[in-house]
């Protein structure tokens, strides 16, 4: 034990005997008779001194101190930034809703910089009407308000062959939850009158990637919004200013950003386009083409290789995220020893139809490694498998869509590491 806490500061210390006193029952916090602790004992800056007026910060930016908490990109993944990608900081974050300033993300030909007054929606091909938008057209149809993750198809593909990034950030970053505010594509399709024949939506965006992607009618008139807001204010550059679809529980290649254009066809325009970047090679070497929704999928985001355990034995919070294209997640088991022995986690916050869900699972850490694992039950009973299972149905050339479960090791000192078990 003594070689275990070196280092800790003297409260720290007296606490942790105090508490062994009573039988090692976990308490948290240090008992108020720990004297000498500067953070009481020493008069602040902020104490003493006024802050700054309410005219400093017309746009609110988050402490000096969570300077830390910041999207990354892994400079070797692409060749250049321009059509490449970051990762959202999953280990740093709680709750459900990724603020807009640390969504991850994935540009193929840059941010373009759109001036909305300049911008315009058209929908053309086969409908009654063909019909141009302005953004203030756009705001008079009936809105609705919905949280949905966007998922990048390739979230975790480095992972397919083994352990690769020793971080959730790298590992499972390419995700954000947003709540979007928006016109459901329905209304303007049926505004423009689709034709009978109609069965194929063409969205194309306005960036200089002009990045185009089809969309079968059917989920079209289900439940894509043409949105505007992420988390109540305008949609950030990055994430497609000042227009970009919605495409709920569909990997995140088809909610196309700067949305410039919808024509309607009848037949997939997949068909034509000439490899589909998004296709997944199954193990015998044939392609499955239409993996569109995303499967069931977890982590555990705090321990965590960038989140190592630092307060010592005791109490311990393990917590992270699920999410299934298919609808909610009701259930999310926790191991703490490689699967030997499953925990079923606590679920808090708002449990939303293709919406990340938060998890928790507490315990006492006795101070031994821990293998942690997170699993994930969606809403229509489909349980998130092992990579090897994964594997053994899409071989090992597969880069996309893998949602097997994630392993970290956990060693005595609380440092986490990207591990594979089987
Ligand atoms: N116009 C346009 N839309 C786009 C892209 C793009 O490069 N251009 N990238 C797509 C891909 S591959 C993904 S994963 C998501 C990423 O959305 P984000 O940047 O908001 O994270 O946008 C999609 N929509
Ligand atoms: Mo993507």
């Given at each position: 034990?003594?070689?275990?806490?070196?280092?800790?500061?003297?409260?720290?210390?007296?606490?942790?005997?105090?508490?062994?006193?009573?039988?090692?029952?976990?308490?948290?916090?240090?008992?108020?008779?720990?004297?000498?602790?500067?953070?009481?004992?020493?008069?602040?800056?902020?104490?003493?001194?006024?802050?700054?007026?309410?005219?400093?910060?017309?746009?609110?930016?988050?402490?000096?101190?969570?300077?830390?908490?910041?999207?990354?990109?892994?400079?070797?993944?692409?060749?250049?930034?321009?059509?490449?990608?970051?990762?959202?900081?999953?280990?740093?974050?709680?709750?459900?809703?990724?603020?807009?300033?640390?969504?991850?993300?994935?540009?193929?030909?840059?941010?373009?910089?759109?001036?909305?007054?300049?911008?315009?929606?058209?929908?053309?091909?086969?409908?009654?009407?063909?019909?141009?938008?302005?953004?203030?057209?756009?705001?008079?149809?009936?809105?609705?308000?919905?949280?949905?993750?966007?998922?990048?198809?390739?979230?975790?593909?480095?992972?397919?062959?083994?352990?690769?990034?020793?971080?959730?950030?790298?590992?499972?970053?390419?995700?954000?939850?947003?709540?979007?505010?928006?016109?459901?594509?329905?209304?303007?399709?049926?505004?423009?009158?689709?034709?009978?024949?109609g069965k194929w939506l063409l969205a194309e965006g306005a960036d200089a990637s002009g990045m185009t992607r089809s969309i079968p009618m059917e989920?079209?008139?289900?439940?894509?919004?043409?949105?505007?807001?992420?988390?109540?204010?305008?949609?950030?550059?990055?994430?497609?200013?000042?227009?970009?679809?919605?495409?709920?529980?569909?990997?995140?290649?088809?909610?196309?950003?700067?949305?410039?254009?919808?024509?309607?066809?009848?037949?997939?325009?997949?068909?034509?386009?000439?490899?589909?970047?998004?296709?997944?090679?199954?193990?015998?070497?044939?392609?499955?083409?239409?993996?569109?929704?995303?499967?069931?999928?977890?982590?555990?985001?705090?321990?965590?290789?960038?989140?190592?355990?630092?307060?010592?034995?005791?109490?311990?919070?393990?917590?992270?995220?699920?999410?299934?294209?298919?609808?909610?997640?009701?259930?999310?088991?926790v191991t703490i020893d490689g699967g030997v022995n499953w925990h079923e986690a606590r679920m808090s916050g708002p449990s939303l139809d293709k919406?990340?869900?938060?998890?928790?699972?507490?315990?006492?850490?006795?101070?031994?490694?821990?293998?942690?694992?997170?699993?994930?039950?969606?809403?229509?009973?489909?349980?998130?498998?092992?990579?090897?299972?994964?594997?053994?149905?899409?071989?090992?050339?597969?880069?996309?869509?893998?949602?097997?479960?994630?392993?970290?090791?956990?060693?005595?000192?609380?440092?986490?590491?990207?591990?594979?078990?089987?």
């Amino acid at each position: 034990m003594t070689e275990q806490f070196k280092g800790m500061k003297p409260s720290r210390r007296a606490f942790l005997r105090g508490a062994a006193a009573v039988g090692g029952a976990t308490a948290m916090g240090t008992s108020a008779a720990a004297q000498g602790d500067p953070a009481i004992t020493e008069l602040k800056p902020w104490n003493q001194f006024l802050g700054e007026g309410v005219d400093a910060s017309p746009y609110g930016m988050p402490s000096k101190f969570e300077a830390h908490v910041r999207r990354q990109d892994v400079p070797w993944l692409t060749a250049d930034p321009i059509s490449s990608i970051n990762f959202t900081p999953l280990h740093e974050m709680d709750g459900i809703i990724t603020p807009n300033g640390l969504c991850f993300e994935r540009h193929h030909g840059g941010v373009a910089e759109v001036d909305p007054a300049e911008h315009r929606i058209m929908i053309n091909g086969l409908v009654d009407r063909e019909l141009v938008f302005t953004m203030e057209d756009l705001m008079r149809f009936p809105r609705e308000n919905h949280v949905y993750f966007l998922e990048c198809a390739a979230n975790s593909g480095m992972e397919w062959r083994g352990a690769q990034l020793n971080g959730c950030q790298y590992t499972h970053g390419m995700i954000h939850n947003v709540m979007y505010t928006g016109v459901p594509l329905r209304l303007l399709l049926e505004e423009a009158g689709v034709k009978t024949e109609g069965k194929w939506l063409l969205a194309e965006g306005a960036d200089a990637s002009g990045m185009t992607r089809s969309i079968p009618m059917e989920k079209a008139l289900d439940d894509c919004l043409v949105a505007f807001k992420m988390n109540g204010e305008a949609l950030r550059p990055e994430q497609g200013y000042p227009v970009r679809l919605v495409v709920p529980g569909w990997e995140g290649n088809m909610w196309i950003k700067w949305l410039r254009r919808l024509e309607v066809g009848d037949k997939p325009w997949h068909q034509r386009e000439e490899t589909s970047k998004y296709t997944d090679l199954l193990g015998d070497g044939r392609a499955r083409r239409f993996t569109w929704e995303m499967d069931a999928k977890s982590v555990i985001t705090s321990p965590s290789p960038q989140a190592p355990i630092t307060h010592g034995k005791g109490q311990t919070v393990i917590t992270g995220v699920a999410w299934s294209g298919r609808g909610t997640i009701p259930r999310v088991d926790v191991t703490i020893d490689g699967g030997v022995n499953w925990h079923e986690a606590r679920m808090s916050g708002p449990s939303l139809d293709k919406s990340m869900h938060r998890f928790y699972y507490e315990f006492d850490w006795d101070g031994s490694e821990l293998l942690l694992q997170s699993r994930a039950h969606d809403s229509t009973g489909y349980v998130q498998p092992t990579k090897d299972q994964l594997r053994a149905v899409r071989g090992l050339n597969s880069i996309y869509h893998n949602n097997g479960i994630q392993t970290w090791f956990v060693n005595s000192d609380g440092v986490a590491e990207n591990v594979e078990i089987s």
